[in-house]
């Protein structure tokens, strides 16, 4: 069965610090990656994707995330956070062979202090 | 860059009436999609729609729901008699067809919340 996991409900860090969100996943066929971010009261906001090729990928506003196949986990990275990167954050995977439904983890909030 | 539009963005209802909510996915996609958030907790999916059928159903999307594309333009969700428990935050969403592109991520509405009281 296709799934993902986000273990930690929330993130805490100081602004200026590495941050780090988890994700892990669970497909039968290829996986497709994404992390989503959600500001309060929006929609779902695209940050980036992996579907082949060099397991770092990088998005937007600095964020990056690493492909590790063994471990079957995304995690999402940031060198330096700021406190307006406060939000809640959504893994997702899509089966490359089948593009009827993206699988979403259950969120993370990241909470970033001045 | 486009977005997929949702209206309205927010909706009161009784409990027991029917509600349609819109949706206008980007121009060239032909995959649609439709989850729901219950008070910014996880994103549920619901339905994904392809070429004028449902493709994929979850099992929230019971007989009180149905997806239709009626013009060529509109994606709707209809609820045909709302619950309590229907409120939620209904987000839509569309990606493109394999190879045109930005084609492996589903580009979302900025939701519809539904109060059922």
């Known amino acids: 069965a296709q799934s993902v996991a986000q273990p930690e409900d929330q993130v805490n860090v100081a602004e200026g610090n590495p941050l780090t969100v988890k994700c892990t996943y669970s497909v039968s066929g290829n996986p497709y990656l994404f992390w989503y971010v959600q500001y309060p009261n929006r929609g779902l906001q695209f940050l980036l994707k992996y579907i082949t090729g060099d397991n770092l990928v990088k998005g937007s506003y600095g964020f990056e995330a690493e492909f590790n196949k063994s471990q079957t986990s995304f995690h999402l990275k940031k060198p330096s956070a700021l406190v307006s990167d406060s939000a809640l954050y959504f893994c997702?995977?899509?089966?490359?062979?089948?593009?009827?439904?993206?699988?979403f983890g259950s969120g993370t909030k990241l909470n970033v202090k001045p | 860059e486009p977005e997929v539009t949702q209206t309205p963005s927010h909706q009161v209802t009784q409990m027991g009436q029917e509600v349609i909510l819109r949706c206008v996915p980007i121009?060239?996609?032909?995959?649609f999609y439709w989850y729901r958030q219950i008070l910014g907790q996880k994103v549920e999916f619901l339905v994904s729609f392809y070429n004028n059928e449902i493709s994929e159903k979850s099992e929230i999307f019971d007989d009180q729901f149905s997806v239709e594309r009626p013009d060529g333009s509109n994606f709707t969700l209809k609820i045909r008699s709302t619950k309590l428990e229907d409120s939620a935050m209904y987000f839509c969403?569309?990606?493109?067809?394999w190879g045109m592109g930005r084609d492996t991520e589903a580009f979302f509405g900025q939701g519809t919340r539904l109060t059922v009281v």
């Open positions: 969403a569309s990606s493109a067809p």
């Open positions: 997702a995977v899509r089966d490359g062979n089948n593009f009827n439904k993206f699988y």
């Open positions: 121009s060239n996609h032909l995959y």
